[in-house]
C-alpha cells in the first residue's frame, strides 16, 4: 500500500522559512510527475511545484523565486523548501506523484496517483 506523508508544517512569520518533507511508503519517487500542491480556505487546489513528466522542476509564478523542490534519493523524499513566506502562502500543502500522464502532462487525479494528507502551513503578517 502507498503512502506519503507530510511534514514540516507549522506557523511563521511574514519573511521566514519552511522547509516541508514528503516521505513514500512503498513507492520510490521517479524523477518525474511529483510535485506539492496547496490549498487555501475557500480556493481550489492548485500546484505549486513539481517536476514534470521530462523531470524539469515548474514552479507556480506565486513562488518562483522563492520555493524549490527537490528529491533526496537516499531517503526516498519529496522536499520543497520555502523562503521568503507571505500570508498569501497560508495553505494545506500536499505531496502528490502519479505514474500517468493526460494530453502530455502528469495525471495528478489518475488511478496510479497518490497524495498524501497534507500539512498546514500559516505564514502570520
Known amino acids: 500500500q502507498v503512502q506519503l506523508v507530510e511534514s514540516g508544517g507549522g506557523s511563521v512569520q511574514t519573511g521566514g522559512s519552511l522547509r516541508l518533507s514528503c516521505a513514500a511508503f512503498g513507492y520510490t519517487f521517479s524523477t518525474s510527475c511529483i510535485g506539492w500542491f496547496r490549498q487555501a480556505p475557500g480556493k481550489e487546489r492548485e500546484e505549486v511545484a513539481y517536476r514534470d513528466r521530462y523531470g524539469w522542476p515548474r514552479y507556480a509564478d506565486s513562488v518562483k523565486d522563492r520555493f524549490t523542490i527537490s528529491r533526496d534519493t537516499a531517503k526516498n523524499d519529496l522536499d520543497l523548501q520555502m523562503s521568503n513566506l507571505s500570508p498569501e502562502d497560508t495553505a494545506m500543502y500536499y505531496c502528490?506523484?502519479?505514474?500517468?500522464?493526460?494530453?502530455?502532462?502528469?495525471?495528478?487525479?489518475?488511478?496510479?496517483?497518490?497524495w498524501g494528507q497534507g500539512t498546514q502551513v500559516t505564514v502570520a503578517s
Open positions: 502528490a506523484a502519479t505514474q500517468e500522464y493526460r494530453l502530455g502532462n502528469c495525471n495528478w487525479y489518475g488511478s496510479r496517483a497518490y
